[in-house]
């Protein structure tokens, strides 16, 4: 039976309204409209087709200054109207306003949606726009040499590409429009591209669950640099590894790859609609992390499509093609089947993605086996049960059986571990219990000989002695 598609719909009647849909089709991929025919696409007929023969085309000359081939077919008795419409390069308006067919559903664009739609008609994209008030003096020298740094330590240009004057390195990677740069050149290069667009920025927050916040960064400049100050965040302070031993060997095993989570920073960083003024939102769980940006899938497109084989669409291309020329990604195409790869190597879920309303989401979900070892029980304390604990001092095995942690210890050890000046009050918001049981645990932990506290209580640090696994 035949269905709705991105280029076929199905109307029973014929009304003015339907030049909204092929508008619609014009500023796609074209489509075909039939009208006499009901949701499933069965001819019912249309009484007054020869007179719509006649009207059809000429409403279309008149609002939007289209031609369409309008037929009239017939099926046993019932004539029916097909209304075969081309995609047109340019822009087609309906009565000032436009419409665009994405998937079986015809939209009407507005906003940045509409500004996109237009400049890429005009064979540009939002990141091509020239920007007046920035000239090469105002970008970041430090961002420029390290793009320089990366491209040639990753043979993407060679020594004597980059030994060139600034002006002519960002001619080069075709940031400039005329005689200004262009919104590209200021996202990836300037020291704060917040001063041009709001929310050009990363938001990174730890979280107990859904909305409960424990304590959050952000992370700020060139977006060129910006992806290593966010996994570096991210595995310095946001997640904890698991430490085991192989041998004498340490090996920590942290709940998602850092080759998976940088492609996945990319990607957010690439594909953002700056536009919306809205930051790149990474959001840390107990047992799971979401990345979510401003953005949507290309018009059709699927998250099958997404996970399977694809062309390269990036939402930024001027920023895309200077990533890629820096060496951070491989190929653009292929960076999902490189994060599904990483994930796979890893023992850890299939990612996933969503997209809801203009916002795109991807989350990496913690395996059993790590939250196994990662979380001790809840309620156990140090001294009632037998662990083993790794000795971190220097990197042996120990047979101490001193007890096993419980979750808020555990907690507290590994702030202790990131940050060594972490105080008790800061520690009572980052667990999640009052004041007295965060002493009472600390206490349970110096007594079990696990942590040491060097200096004054206002300005001393935490030593931790070893690291808790579960044996």
């Given at each position: 039976?035949?269905?709705?598609?991105?280029?076929?719909?199905?109307?029973?009647?014929?009304?003015?309204?339907?030049?909204?849909?092929?508008?619609?089709?014009a500023?796609?991929?074209?489509?075909?409209l039939?009208?006499?025919?009901?949701?499933?696409?069965?001819?019912?007929?249309?009484?007054?087709?020869?007179?719509?023969l006649?009207?059809?085309?000429?409403?279309?000359?008149?609002?939007?200054?289209?031609?369409?081939?309008?037929?009239?077919?017939?099926?046993?008795?019932?004539?029916?109207?097909?209304?075969?419409?081309?995609?047109?390069?340019?822009?087609?308006?309906?009565?000032?306003?436009?419409?665009?067919?994405?998937?079986?559903?015809?939209?009407?664009?507005?906003?940045?949606?509409?500004?996109?739609?237009?400049?890429?008609?005009?064979?540009?994209?939002?990141?091509?726009v020239?920007?007046?008030?920035?000239?090469?003096?105002?970008?970041?020298?430090?961002?420029?040499?390290?793009?320089?740094?990366?491209?040639?330590?990753?043979?993407?240009?060679?020594?004597?590409?980059?030994?060139?004057?600034?002006?002519?390195?960002?001619?080069?990677?075709?940031?400039?429009?005329?005689?200004?740069?262009?919104?590209?050149?200021?996202?990836?290069?300037?020291?704060?591209?917040?001063?041009?667009?709001?929310?050009c920025?990363?938001?990174v927050?730890?979280?107990?669950?859904?909305?409960?916040?424990?304590?959050?960064?952000?992370?700020?400049?060139?977006?060129?640099?910006?992806?290593?100050?966010?996994?570096d965040?991210?595995?310095?302070?946001?997640l904890?590894?698991?430490?085991?031993?192989?041998?004498?060997?340490?090996?920590?095993?942290?709940?998602?790859?850092?080759?998976?989570?940088?492609?996945?920073?990319?990607?957010?960083?690439?594909?953002?609609?700056?536009?919306?003024?809205?930051?790149?939102?990474?959001?840390?769980?107990?047992?799971?992390?979401?990345?979510?940006?401003?953005?949507?899938?290309?018009?059709?497109?699927?998250?099958?499509?997404?996970?399977?084989?694809?062309?390269?669409?990036?939402?930024?291309?001027?920023?895309?093609?200077?990533?890629?020329?820096?060496?951070?990604?491989?190929?653009?195409?292929?960076?999902?089947?490189?994060?599904?790869?990483?994930?796979?190597?890893?023992?850890?879920?299939?990612?996933?993605?969503?997209?809801?309303?203009?916002?795109?989401?991807?989350?990496?979900?913690?395996?059993?086996?790590?939250?196994?070892?990662?979380?001790?029980?809840?309620?156990?304390?140090?001294?009632?049960?037998?662990?083993?604990?790794?000795?971190?001092?220097?990197?042996?095995?120990?047979?101490?059986?001193?007890?096993?942690?419980?979750?808020?210890?555990?907690?507290?050890?590994?702030?202790?571990?990131?940050?060594?000046?972490?105080?008790?009050?800061?520690?009572?918001?980052?667990?999640?219990?009052?004041?007295?049981?965060?002493?009472?645990?600390?206490?349970?932990?110096?007594?079990?000989?696990?942590?040491?506290?060097?200096?004054?209580?206002?300005?001393?640090r935490?030593?931790?002695?070893?690291?808790?696994?579960?044996?």
């Amino acid at each position: 039976m035949p269905h709705e598609t991105q280029t076929h719909e199905f109307k029973s009647s014929w009304r003015d309204d339907w030049l909204k849909w092929i508008c619609g089709f014009a500023n796609a991929q074209g489509g075909v409209l039939e009208v006499g025919k009901n949701d499933d696409g069965e001819v019912i007929g249309v009484s007054n087709a020869r007179r719509l023969l006649e009207d059809i085309p000429s409403k279309l000359i008149a609002t939007m200054a289209i031609v369409a081939e309008v037929d009239l077919k017939w099926d046993g008795p019932h004539a029916y109207i097909a209304i075969k419409v081309q995609p047109y390069p340019n822009p087609i308006s309906y009565h000032g306003k436009y419409y665009i067919r994405i998937g079986a559903s015809n939209h009407e664009l507005t906003g940045s949606a509409l500004q996109e739609f237009l400049l890429r008609k005009q064979g540009r994209t939002w990141d091509g726009v020239p920007l007046p008030g920035i000239q090469v003096d105002d970008l970041s020298r430090a961002a420029l040499n390290d793009f320089r740094r990366m491209a040639v330590a990753r043979k993407r240009l060679t020594q004597a590409d980059v030994d060139v004057t600034d002006a002519s390195l960002v001619d080069s990677l075709h940031l400039t429009g005329g005689e200004y740069l262009t919104r590209a050149a200021a996202l990836l290069f300037y020291e704060d591209p917040e001063r041009w667009f709001t929310g050009c920025y990363v938001k990174v927050g730890s979280f107990r669950s859904g909305a409960d916040l424990v304590y959050q960064d952000e992370v700020h400049g060139p977006l060129m640099t910006l992806t290593d100050k966010v996994i570096d965040l991210l595995y310095t302070k946001y997640l904890a590894a698991v430490i085991t031993y192989e041998g004498i060997y340490r090996r920590e095993t942290f709940p998602v790859p850092d080759d998976a989570a940088r492609e996945a920073i990319l990607n957010a960083l690439v594909h953002t609609d700056y536009s919306a003024g809205v930051p790149i939102q990474i959001k840390v769980l107990p047992d799971r992390i979401i990345i979510s940006n401003a953005g949507r899938l290309p018009d059709d497109w699927t998250v099958d499509r997404l996970v399977g084989e694809h062309p390269s669409v990036p939402h930024n291309p001027d920023v895309a093609r200077a990533i890629f020329r820096s060496g951070q990604v491989e190929a653009w195409g292929r960076g999902i089947t490189q994060m599904l790869q990483a994930c796979a190597e890893a023992n850890v879920p299939t990612p996933e993605f969503t997209v809801a309303g203009t916002t795109f989401s991807l989350t990496f979900r913690f395996s059993e086996a790590y939250l196994k070892r990662r979380y001790a029980d809840e309620g156990t304390s140090v001294t009632d049960a037998s662990v083993v604990v790794t000795d971190v001092t220097n990197d042996a095995r120990s047979d101490v059986t001193t007890g096993r942690v419980s979750n808020a210890q555990r907690l507290i050890l590994d702030q202790m571990v990131t940050h060594p000046t972490v105080t008790a009050a800061e520690l009572v918001d980052i667990v999640g219990i009052t004041h007295r049981r965060v002493q009472a645990n600390i206490k349970a932990l110096k007594d079990a000989g696990l942590v040491t506290r060097v200096g004054a209580t206002k300005n001393g640090r935490w030593v931790v002695h070893a690291e808790v696994t579960r044996g």
